[in-house]
């Protein structure tokens, strides 16, 4: 079973960047497509970013200025986050399933999520 386990987030100002982390153990995840979710307060967990052998997605909203690799060797998928803006604030989770998608129920594995906040 593939534990994922999220870092880097913080309390940073608009306009700035930071890079989260989502470290997989337990099994490769080679095979997976890896997803970023986000939840604000209040709001349903909604689709960041995917990426997967065929392809790579992005929500609309953080087009331009998020972009999401892996490093397999490292068992790790990145989100590197840029011009951050208050309504990027929320919790930010990394999610592992078995097809390339952007709904949370596709996703089998979800780590314990990292708080982002930006202030304006």
């Known amino acids: 079973q593939v534990q994922l386990v999220e870092s880097g987030g913080g309390l940073v100002q608009a306009g700035s960047s930071l890079r989260l982390s989502c470290a997989a153990s337990g099994r490769t995840i080679n095979g997976y497509t890896l997803g970023w979710f986000r939840q604000a307060p209040g709001k349903e967990r909604e689709f960041v970013a995917s990426?997967?052998?065929?392809?790579?997605d992005y929500a609309d909203s953080v087009k331009g200025r998020f972009t999401i690799s892996r490093d397999n060797a490292k068992n790790t998928v990145f989100l590197q986050m840029n011009s951050l803006k208050p309504e990027d604030t929320a919790v930010y989770y990394c999610?592992?399933?078995?097809?390339?998608?952007?709904?949370?129920?596709?996703?089998?594995?979800w780590g314990q999520g990292t708080q982002v906040t930006v202030s304006s």
């Open positions: 990426i997967t052998w065929s392809g790579i």
């Open positions: 999610a592992a399933g078995s097809i390339r998608a952007n709904m949370t129920s596709l996703y089998d594995l």
